[in-house]
Structures are given as C-alpha cells and as structure tokens.
C-alpha cells in the first residue's frame, strides 16, 4: 500500500528530501492537496518499472489534477518526463477529450467511460508493462497505448511534450500526485509490481494496426472492388464503408494467438450491421473463405460461424447449422466502442466481448492463417488491433 489512509511515509516532495510541510495533509482516511496551498507535487520514494496502480480520488468542479508515472527528477516539473493520468472535476462527464478524466493528458483519449458526478468518489487504475499503457476508470478500460510506438512519438512530437527529451523514455521512475492549486483528495492507493511471468501478456504483443496506415494489410473485395473506395484510415480508426463484400487480411499467418480488436458501428448515424473477425483462414479468397468467424453482428456479437466446413464443435444446444449462439449480448449502444478477445490455443477457441466469455469451441483445425475483418453491408469502425502470438501446438508455428 502506497497510502493506507494515516501516513505519508511512502511520499516526498518532487526533487524534495521530506514530505511537504504544506499543501498537503492527510485527514479522515484521505491525502488532500489543498487548493493554494503551495505544497508541489509529491512523488513516492521508491521507483517503479512494471506495475498496477489503483486508487481512489474525489475533485470538486472545476479542480485540475493528475496521477503521473515513471517520472524522473532531473529537470524543471515532473510532467517533463513523466506521462499523466487526467483528473478533472469537470460537469462533462462524458467528454472523450484527451485532456478530460481518464485521458493520457494531451495524448490519448479515453472511451466510453463512466465518470461519477463532482465531488463523488471515482476509482482510477494504470497498467504499466513493457511500455504498454493502460487507463481504467471506475472499472472500465478507457484508454490502452504503447509508449515508443510509431502512433506515441507522432503524437508527442506534434505536442508540448516535443521540448522535453526525457518525456516518455523513464524506463523505471516515481509515481506522481500532482498540486495543480486545487483541491483534490486521494486514498486508498495500492501499486503492484508486475512479476515476471505475467509480462508476457504485454511484451510480446504486435501491433497489427499501427494507427496511420494499412501497412501490413492486403484485400479481397468482390466486383473488382478497390481497397481505398472501401476502407480508409483517419484519426487511429479503420472505416469500412460495408460494400462491396470482402475483407481486409493480414499478410501474416497466425495459428494459436490472442487477438484484441475494438469495433463500433458509425458513431453518426448510429445503426447496426454485420461484420466479423475471421480466422485460421485457410484456401482462395472469396465471399467466405474457409475459417472460424468471431461474428460482429449487432446484437450478435460473441457467436461463431463455421465457414466452408472448418472442423471445430461447439456448444450444441446453441447451435443451429454453421451457427452457434453466444450465452448472452453483451454489446455497448450503437455508435459506442466494443473489444474483442479472442483466444485460440491448439483446439480451443474463446470469445470475449467487453471483458465476458460469450462463446467456447473445441477440436477446432489448427491450421495458420491470417486474420480478416469483414466488409459485409454496414459502415463500420476498427482500432487498436493487436495479436498475442503463441508457441503452436502442431506443426506450422504461427507466423508462417
């Protein structure tokens, strides 16, 4: 514990030899920054790499301030070096500005977030492992990023951050609570240090979208069908128009891997389609290739397709003809962004939608193939697509 609601032994003013001795107090379980106060930012004594930091905060409106983290103390303020986790006690509770609560301040944007009015209590966690980033509030994944990125360094370098050569480059450094001269409470803060063997869930993650570009992409469309007239990239965002039919593949093979992908249908109009992540996709591309699907639907989101015959099994009581039934929607509104997870290791197939098991295969082809996201009628939105390759349980290793 980092703060157990009675004493700041683990705190020290930034670039300071003792805890302030004002601006800050702590008082009925809480660590208060006072509003005028003085006091500066505190840092934690010790340093920290790899790790999960949680806590709980509470701003009225209109007070700024933030949770900084592998801050170093060589020059000039802590946000010099150190990436921050927003705090505002703002009226917009919904704003997705990357200068609002839960945004990587002037960087990343949070999503569908669930802020507690001012001056009520809200739970922040960051996830930091092996450069990749993770912004949680009140539950809720708003924000992931990958510091060091091709997506990080444009970002920084079109930002204030540019003038700062240690910003974002601490390999280990201090947790920050920021004194931004308003009043702010924090308790309940907890840091856990990543072990080793659970690294592996953030080191070895490719980016298979890199946010600019379709670099390592190629299409199949029907009726000649052009890859620019279908899809295009803007703002960290895949769009599809839906038409023609098609998709979009991987120039790599997977074969047992973890894949993350975040969807929404067009946040405009706000209407449902179909779509789907295919899979160990193997044969001629066509309007559908052999392959498992991760069905996109709306409303439909966690079902299996069986295309073209491809050997698995699933739960028979959900399962008419190629189709198996997910157990429950479990879908963000229309227009709202959704992530998927899909495990695929040897036989057995899971998916997630928003953090639940909806469906499970087994005895399923392992065969490589690359990963497709479908044209399929509907304008629909993809980002953040990242693989997890695993070590294959048979012959043709993912990758080849």
Known sequence: SLF???????????????????????????????????????????????????????????????????????NGASYFSAPEYQIFGGKDLTSTSNTSTGGLYALYSPMNKQLNPSGEVNHARIVHCA?????????????????????WNRRVAASKFAAWADFGTVKKGHIVLQDHGNDVWFRSI???EIPTAERWRFSKFEQLFNGYNMDGWSFFLNNDGKMENVWSVANGIISC???????????????????????????????????????????EHKVWPKSI????????????WCIGDFPMQTDPDRTR??????????????????????????????????????????????VPGPICLQSEGAPI??????????????QGAAGQ
Not at 131 to 151: K, M
């Open 4 to 74: 157990d609601g009675s004493s700041s032994a683990n705190w020290r003013g930034y670039r300071k030899d003792a805890f302030p001795d004002k601006g800050w107090k702590v008082e009925d379980g809480w660590m208060q920054v006072m509003a005028g106060g003085g006091g500066g930012d505190i840092v934690t004594i010790d340093q920290y790499d790899d790790f999960e930091l949680e806590l709980e905060w509470k701003a009225p409106a209109g007070s700024n301030s933030g949770v900084m983290y592998l801050a170093n103390e060589n």
């Open 131 to 151: 450069g990749n980033v993770e912004h949680w509030l009140n539950g809720v994944l708003v924000l992931r990023a990958q510091i060091g990125s091709v997506d």
């Open 190 to 192: 907890k840091i856990r």
């Open 241 to 283: 128009v839906g038409r023609p039919a098609g998709y979009i593949y991987t120039n790599k093979k997977y074969q047992d891997f973890i894949l993350e992908v975040d969807w929404r249908w067009d946040p405009v109009a706000k209407k449902g389609g179909n779509s789907g992540v295919l899979f160990r996709q193997v044969g």
């Open 293 to 304: 699907e991760a069905q996109l639907m709306a409303g439909s989101a966690g079902d299996f």
């Open 321 to 366: 003809g190629r189709n198996t039934k997910h157990i429950e929607m479990n879908e963000n509104d229309l227009g709202e962004w959704n992530h998927y997870e899909i495990h695929c290791t040897g036989g057995d197939v899971v998916l997630m939608v928003n953090g639940k098991v909806l469906n499970t295969a087994e005895n399923c082809a392992e």
């Open 381 to 394: 939105q993809f980002r953040r697509i990242r693989v997890f390759p695993m070590e294959s349980h048979s």
